[in-house]
């Protein structure tokens, strides 16, 4: 019996256009203060009809598909492999995508916060065992029901509270289809129906964290809404390359 065949897992073999977006995910220090987050975050106060905010739900159009585990088990994902990820795509080192793998990276390999599990999958079959880890096997995956683009939205009727745990992940700007997947205590998860002032109608997700004490001090979240660390619950829109997974 013949063994498994070696697999290429270049650029090219793989069919693969690298190609990254100008909007990424922040992460780590990122995240402190980037400013495509700043109309995102609300005081979970106002979390009723008639709030208006401007949103920003910028989704990515670089097309990376997910590899089977076994190829992608096979291909670094390690700051310290940096190099070798770079020649397995044909990247320069000093280029602007090796700077942009390089961060997504590095914010990977970040420790978690307190109340936080983290993790980045890069296969489909690590994503769901994730997940399943931490909600069991019986789940619902839940993505927003909104158009890309910055407008002014009114919170309308109807919106719930789906989730007291969820597990949310964030598919980040790399070659091929890699998720930062995290979970947090008591953190609720609400489904928000959205009236934009084109007269669009839409919904999105947004998490509301009752314990903000562990953030960066400096996080935009903080300048944004005025208010110090772990005083009050802070809500946030999530992206529209985000996925929500909840126990059914």
């Given at each position: 019996?013949?063994?498994?065949?070696?697999?290429?897992?270049?650029?090219?073999?793989?069919?693969?256009?690298?190609?990254?977006?100008?909007?990424?995910?922040?992460?780590?220090?990122?995240?402190?203060?980037?400013?495509?987050?700043?109309?995102?975050?609300?005081?979970?106060?106002?979390?009723?009809?008639?709030?208006?905010?401007?949103?920003?739900?910028?989704t990515p159009t670089?097309?990376?598909?997910?590899?089977?585990?076994?190829?992608?088990?096979?291909?670094?994902?390690?700051?310290?492999?940096?190099?070798?990820?770079?020649?397995?795509?044909?990247?320069?080192?000093?280029?602007?995508?090796?700077?942009?793998?390089?961060?997504?990276?590095?914010?990977?390999?970040?420790?978690?916060?307190?109340?936080?599990?983290?993790?980045?999958?890069?296969?489909?079959?690590?994503?769901?065992?994730?997940?399943?880890?931490?909600?069991?096997?019986?789940?619902?995956?839940?993505?927003?029901?909104?158009?890309?683009?910055?407008?002014?939205?009114?919170?309308?009727?109807?919106?719930?509270?789906?989730?007291?745990?969820?597990?949310?992940c964030h598919q980040?700007?790399?070659?091929?289809?890699?998720?930062?997947?995290?979970?947090?205590?008591?953190?609720?998860?609400?489904?928000?129906?959205?009236?934009?002032?084109?007269?669009?109608?839409?919904?999105?997700?947004?998490?509301?964290?009752?314990?903000?004490?562990?953030?960066?001090?400096?996080?935009?979240?903080?300048?944004?809404?005025?208010?110090?660390?772990?005083?009050?619950?802070?809500?946030?829109?999530?992206?529209?390359?985000?996925?929500?997974?909840?126990?059914?």
């Amino acid at each position: 019996m013949r063994g498994p065949s070696p697999v290429d897992v270049s650029a090219a073999s793989c069919g693969i256009h690298v190609h990254f977006d100008k909007f990424s995910e922040p992460s780590g220090e990122d995240a402190q203060v980037d400013d495509s987050n700043i109309g995102n975050f609300f005081l979970e106060t106002n979390l009723h009809p008639g709030s208006k905010m401007n949103l920003h739900l910028a989704t990515p159009t670089n097309g990376a598909v997910f590899f089977p585990r076994q190829v992608a088990e096979s291909i670094p994902f390690s700051s310290k492999n940096l190099p070798e990820i770079l020649n397995r795509f044909s990247l320069k080192e000093k280029s602007a995508e090796a700077e942009i793998i390089k961060n997504q990276i590095e914010g990977c390999e970040e420790p978690a916060m307190e109340g936080e599990a983290r993790y980045c999958a890069t296969s489909l079959e690590s994503l769901i065992d994730f997940g399943t880890s931490k909600l069991g096997r019986n789940v619902n995956v839940l993505t927003n029901e909104v158009k890309s683009g910055n407008q002014e939205y009114e919170f309308g009727v109807g919106m719930k509270k789906i989730a007291d745990k969820s597990v949310v992940c964030h598919q980040l700007n790399y070659p091929y289809a890699v998720f930062y997947c995290h979970t947090f205590t008591k953190t609720r998860t609400y489904m928000i129906p959205l009236v934009g002032a084109d007269g669009s109608k839409a919904k999105a997700m947004a998490a509301c964290h009752s314990d903000t004490s562990a953030w960066h001090p400096k996080h935009v979240a903080f300048k944004v809404l005025n208010v110090k660390p772990g005083t009050v619950p802070i809500c946030h829109f999530l992206h529209n390359n985000a996925m929500v997974w909840i126990p059914k």
